[in-house]
């Protein structure tokens, strides 16, 4: 009994890191990159849990996800908009 016990309090303690990560606005991949460095846990364990949370948590994940890939566009976009920017203050300053 107290090694279901130990198990279920190890899950438990990844589900809470797992959501560190989600906090921190982290994707799958970096979650897991992140607990295996920095806490020694598992790939594997990181990812089953992670799914098991997707499973459980359906709407959250998907908005979490869709929230994701904007970032990412938006960030693209923000980058296209400064090089356009620097480009802009090149050109003027070689216009002077």
């Given at each position: 009994m107290?090694?279901?016990?130990?198990?279920?309090?190890?899950?438990?303690?990844?589900?809470?890191?797992?959501?560190?990560?989600?906090?921190?606005?982290?994707?799958?991949?970096?979650?897991?990159?992140?607990?295996?460095?920095?806490?020694?846990?598992?790939?594997?364990?990181t990812?089953?849990?992670?799914?098991?949370?997707?499973?459980?948590?359906?709407?959250?994940?998907?908005a979490?996800?869709?929230?994701?890939?904007?970032?990412?566009?938006?960030?693209?976009?923000?980058?296209?908009?400064?090089?356009?920017?620097?480009?802009?203050?090149s050109?003027?300053?070689?216009?002077?």
């Amino acid at each position: 009994m107290a090694d279901s016990s130990s198990s279920a309090s190890y899950i438990h303690m990844v589900q809470h890191m797992i959501e560190k990560c989600l906090i921190f606005h982290m994707s799958k991949e970096e979650c897991v990159e992140a607990l295996s460095k920095h806490a020694n846990i598992t790939p594997v364990i990181t990812s089953t849990v992670w799914k098991e949370l997707e499973k459980e948590n359906k709407e959250f994940f998907k908005a979490y996800e869709e929230r994701q890939s904007k970032q990412e566009q938006m960030s693209e976009e923000e980058t296209n908009q400064m090089i356009q920017k620097i480009i802009s203050d090149s050109s003027k300053e070689s216009d002077d």
